[in-house]
């Protein structure tokens, strides 16, 4: 009989939270790295308003990824609660990736997010994002004034959107992963149920087809989520909320055919991440005030 003396390498698994600003490319990243969507992506400020959990797994372990919302100066209860969530994040977790866009240097914006940092001993990588907007010449001394800060122990440059050096970032970030076997099943992407991802869909379609006012008062509830007991389809019925009749008016557009095309645009991807028929139905309601209204921001899970 023959005995193997080759060691199995230990798998490395652990926690990484992604955080920023908002609108610096944390969800791009996020869905690159994984290879499929599971946060949606505008060229809005403050899209992502839920800590969105992404799983990578690799024959050398897995990485539990989550994508925070941005960190901002909060006022009122939806942005306190968003903020919130982000800052949690950072006691939970084996890596912080601090994403930055190219073309700044630390202000009073990034010092909200670095006194917060200089407070924890979990590892931190500096992410200079979207370097695709960058000329070459301006990348180093960009990388120097962010390195001067001294909370890293890594600075990067990116491209989320284009994938360069996406490769490199996560052989960072599996050097600070612990030795731990992985946490989820290999063949997931995302522990989020379909009921939010369904949701974030149609919010995310809401606000690429909108005028500014509207993306910033758009919740959306679904109310039923029916997969038909024969037959390939899934019934999903869903209430978009917003804070003024106004906004319902444009929303709806005129006679319909704005509502109309954001259920289409829906119902398409939600086909595609399902597999399946979809009817989907699509109500709007105005709820005064509803972002600082306590209550329903619970309802909402927010």
Known sequence: MLISTKKNTPKRSGFVAIIGR??????????????????IVTDKPQTTRNRILGIFTDAEGQIVFFDTPGIHQARGG???????????TLSEIDLVLFLVPPDLTFGAKDALITDHLKEIKTPKILVVNKIDTLKQDGIIPLLQAYTEEGLFSD?????????????????????EMPEAEPFFPDDIATDQPVRFLASEIIREKVILKTRDEVPYVIAVKIESFKEEPKGNLTRI?????????????????????????????????LEKLLATKI????????????RTDDLFLTHMEY
Do not use: C
């Open 155 to 175: 600075v990067i440059p990116i491209s989320a959107l284009t994938g360069k050096n996406v490769d490199r970032l996560l052989a960072l970030i599996k050097k």
């Open 237 to 269: 019925q869903a209430t978009l909320y917003v804070e003024r009749d106004s906004q319902k008016g444009i929303l709806i557009g005129k006679n319909g055919h704005l509502l109309k095309e954001i259920g289409q645009n829906a119902r398409l991807e």
């Open 78 to 88: 939806l942005n306190r609660r968003m903020v919130q969530t982000a800052l949690a």
């Open 22 to 39: 908002p609108n610096v490319g944390k969800s791009t990243l996020l869905n690159h790295i994984l290879g499929e969507k599971v946060s």
């Open 279 to 290: 009817f989907l139905e699509l109500w709007v309601k105005v709820k005064k005030n509803w």
